[in-house]
């Protein structure tokens, strides 16, 4: 009698092969995507951003963009990643994207350019006058700009401390404000003496230049004051000779006199003379070449330091009558 024994052998077919990068039993598998793109200005021409740093977030993969303002990752991680761009004078930006396994995504990114201000100063000055007596003004001034454009600004403002002043646009690029002292702590001209000033320009997208660190030198408060003519002295010349006493002053400082029309119950700046020495106390106004005509005026000396800082006598009303 013979047994037959019948041995069923399963699986023993050779695999099937695993070369496929996208097998998760590959070997080869990539768990990594392609990705690249450009980094471009926020004008509506758009242009490339060179040498803008393109960083994957939670790797050590980063790349700066090349002239053009492309880049490319040929190993980025799969999945959801964040991309972190920054550029000096840029506000930096985030993008989150999905990059799926073995894939390739292009993408772009726009970044805002800062605002740029620049030529920051402050020039302090006290106007004499009769009523109601001296005023103290601080008027502070910076160039503004901003590459993506003039509609981008947004709002200028100095701050002083803890004070903050709004500017406005005074002509072309440049913001000013004319700050009283009574705004000031105390209403104390001499308390903006030493503190330091910064101007910030915010753009559209929130993105803020500023300047660097300024100060007030001096706060002026001595005066020259007019002697001749004055108090609605009538001449007989349209060559009036100017003379005045100078203030009480430790520093270097020129003059500066105007000359202004009274005509029609308008006054108008008729002539103007900077750069006077500190010595010469008169001022022959055949000098100017010029002529007063017949009518109503009055003549105002300031003394002007190096810095701009200046104190302006109280108006000397005088009138011409050749005739």
Known sequence: MMTVVVVVVAGCAPDAPHDNPLDP?????????NLGGKVLTLFSLSAGISGALVTIEGTNQA???ATDGSFDFSSAPSGDIAVVITKSSYLSDTIYLKLAVGGNLDTSVHLDALPLVDSA?????????????????????????????????NTVYV????????????????????????S?????????????????A??????VGRSSGFYVTRTIES??????????DTITTGFPTFEWDPPTLSFDYTFQLKVV??????????WSKAGISSSIFSYDFHDSGDSLADGEYYWTVAAIDQFGNSSRSKEAAFIVRSQ
């Open 25 to 33: 039993a590959s070997p080869n598998r990539k768990i990594v995507g």
């Open 63 to 65: 790349v700066l963009t």
């Open 121 to 153: 100063r402050i020039a302090t000055s006290m106007i004499d006058q009769w009523y109601p007596g001296p005023v103290y003004i601080d008027t502070v001034s910076a160039a503004v700009t901003d590459p993506d454009g003039f509609l981008d600004i």
């Open 159 to 182: 701050c002083i401390d803890s004070l903050t002043f709004a500017m406005t646009r005074s002509a072309g690029d440049v913001f000013q404000v004319a700050i009283n002292a009574d």
């Open 184 to 200: 000031l702590p105390n209403q104390d001209p001499q308390w903006i003496v030493g503190k330091q000033l910064e101007v910030f």
């Open 202 to 207: 915010v753009d559209q997208e929130k993105g």
């Open 223 to 232: 005066e020259p004051k007019p002697t001749s003519p004055q108090s609605a």
């Open 261 to 270: 029309s009274l005509a029609g119950g308008a006054q108008t700046l008729v």
